[in-house]
């Protein structure tokens, strides 16, 4: 018989709570532990070893990815299959490395037999695991526990919001260690080359601003008429405006400023533009990263953004209504 709409969501519903239950529970449980934890990552990057991550099971998928996000942070990971290691694959860890063994029980035993193994090659061990008094836990060097009150699972066997839990405290360490480092969105994007993140963090304020004909400029003598012809004449919803003989910004007119201008009087037109233009309007370098010009958006509610060069000159135009389709946004 199939299931009702709301029995559905129910059950749905309960299943999250459940593992919001062993989130919350975790963040609560954080102690000197942790920290002791992070610092023992902090030493090993400094001294130029890695972090080895290694489980089985549902664990072991939890290793990869963790691997995989200290990777994309520039801190050299690897995960070690905790069963191939006794056959062979241990050949890739070094002295001075730091090895996360994970295992919810803290009692898996081929994740416990690598203790000793692991210990014997110089290197310090973490149990991660949300049983504290397991043979994992009371061997290790250090330990970084999560903790679940239950299962999402109505049997308690589906590992669900245990592997949440381990996933979230795992990512948790890395941010702290990418915040402690310093890392930049210029730091990450060498690591993130390829695909659509790659080519966001990469991808430079000259690589989509408007040039050339797109970019109206004229010198703020010019009259309000003028400033107009040319910002129609490059389909732009603003006009640069520079001192005729430096070349350096002075300021921009915009379609609202355009328009208060209409108030002041018949003569409008001919008046200076200079009269009506916004002094010392917000820029950027044609050299910073496209995301940043995104976050000058998103703080000014602004529409158009000029874009200078090294000396205060404008080489460039980004318009608001471009950003979605580079999607930058």
Not at 92 to 100: K, P, Q, R, S, T
Not at 140 to 147: H, P, S, W
Not at 153 to 178: E, I, K, N, R, Y
Request: hydrophobic content about 50%; glycine content about 8%.
């Amino acid at each position: 018989m199939a299931l009702a709409v709301r029995t559905i969501l129910a059950r749905a519903r309960a299943c999250i709570k459940i593992e919001q239950a062993a989130l919350a529970a975790t963040a609560r449980s954080l102690g000197a532990e942790f920290a002791t934890v992070a610092r023992a990552v902090e030493t090993a990057v400094a001294a130029d070893a890695k972090l080895i991550f290694t489980g089985v099971g549902k664990s072991a998928h939890i290793a990869q990815k963790l691997a995989g996000t200290f990777n994309s942070t520039g801190v050299s990971s690897c995960f070690l299959d905790a069963t191939q290691a006794l056959h062979g694959d241990l050949g890739l860890v070094d002295e001075g490395d730091l090895a996360f063994l994970l295992s919810n029980s803290g009692q898996t035993d081929e994740v416990v037999r690598l203790v000793p193994v692991l210990r014997r090659f110089g290197v310090r061990l973490v149990a991660f695991t949300s049983a504290p008094d397991s043979d994992l836990a009371r061997t290790a060097d250090l330990r970084l526990l999560y903790r679940v009150p239950a299962e999402a699972c109505p049997l308690q066997l589906a590992p669900t919001a245990s592997t949440t839990a381990a996933l979230a405290l795992g990512d948790a360490l890395a941010m702290v260690l990418l915040e402690a480092r310093g890392l930049t969105r210029e730091d990450f994007a060498r690591f993130h080359p390829a695909g659509n993140l790659g080519r966001v963090l990469l991808l430079r304020v000259r690589d989509i601003m408007r040039s050339g004909d797109r970019l109206p400029v004229a010198a703020d003598t010019v009259t309000v008429q003028d400033a107009i012809f040319a910002m129609t004449g490059a389909r732009s919803g603003s006009i640069a405006l520079v001192n005729r003989k430096s070349g350096r910004l002075t300021g921009i007119l915009t379609d609202g400023d355009f328009r208060r201008s209409a108030l002041t009087g018949p003569d409008f037109l001919q008046q200076p533009v200079a009269k009506f233009m916004t002094r010392a309007p917000k820029t950027i370098r044609d050299d910073a990263l496209g995301v940043d010009a995104l976050r000058m958006f998103e703080a000014h509610k602004i529409d158009d953004l000029i874009v200078l060069n090294a000396q205060g000159r404008p080489v460039g135009l980004v318009d608001a209504q471009d950003l979605p389709k580079l999607k930058l946004v």
